[in-house]
């Protein structure tokens, strides 16, 4: 899989892109991310890619030329099924299942707003599509951009080492994750519940369930509905 990204702080990227699975993936080839410097598809002396906004307000806007001349020299010789994603407020929300659809694209290109946002005109030239990690407004795309390739590398086979892991991990069930324990079989006069040193695999998988079930009850109701309208849309109830 390759994932472009453009951004004024290409360096935030650094360590992010060295360490642990991602540095990993990077390096085994099966990812590849090439991070892009904005101001180089500039052509003014200063290099300036923000400028104030029409109708006035505060703060600067992000100017529309850099960002043209970038994603399209970025997806020139790209498969004609790149995908550019704008990371934004406005996006729709960032779930398992757009993860999912993500990680089936060969390619990937990620723009990374500053200041108040990128000029309008860039989303409608350029931008397939965009995608928010949440309700909340951060300083950069920067961050986003660094969830967004994280969740998709995990789907990325051979990545993750225990491919069954990720098949079992929280929502891509539907449900949260059961809870989890490891030596000292005692913490603080707390035990590990006695099904988990039992041995008997059939029965700790039905205790993961129930736990499992459990605690979307009771922390995430909401996808326990979604888990119902689902089975009953799919008509396997
Ligand atoms: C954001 C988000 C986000 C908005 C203005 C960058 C900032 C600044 N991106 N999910 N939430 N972006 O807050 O994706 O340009």
Redo the contacts with the bound molecule.
């Keep these: 899989m390759w994932i472009g990204v453009v951004t004024i702080f290409p360096e935030l990227f650094g360590e992010f892109l060295q360490t642990s699975l991602i540095g990993r993936a990077r390096q085994s080839g099966k990812l590849e991310v090439e991070v892009r410097d904005l101001r180089d598809f500039t052509d003014d002396p200063h290099r300036v890619v923000d400028d104030e906004p029409y109708g006035g307000g505060g703060g600067m806007v ?1 100017t529309a030329p850099p960002w043209l001349r970038a994603v399209r020299e970025l997806s020139a010789g790209r498969s004609p099924s790149l995908r550019r994603v704008l ?3 406005q ?1 729709r929300r ?1 779930d398992d299942a757009k993860v999912q659809e993500l990680a089936a694209q060969p390619e990937l290109l990620l723009l ?7 000029d309008e005109r860039v989303q409608q030239l350029v931008v397939d599509e965009e ?11 920067e961050l ?1 951009a660094m969830v967004l390739i994280e969740a998709v590398s995990r789907c990325v086979p051979g990545v993750v080492q225990q491919a069954s892991s990720v098949e079992r991990d929280s929502f891509r069930t539907g449900l949260l994750d059961h809870p989890h324990y490891t030596r000292p079989a005692v913490v603080e006069g707390l035990p590990v519940p006695p099904v988990l040193l039992s041995g008997d695999h059939a029965a700790i998988e039905r205790w993961r369930q129930q736990e499992a079930l459990r605690a979307t009850a009771e922390k995430r109701p909401d996808l326990l509905a979604a888990a119902q309208t689902c089975k009953s849309q799919d008509g396997t109830r």
């Design positions: 992000m990371l934004s407020p996006g960032l990374c707003g500053r200041y108040e946002g990128i995608v928010s990690i949440g309700d909340y407004v951060l300083s950069g795309g986003p």
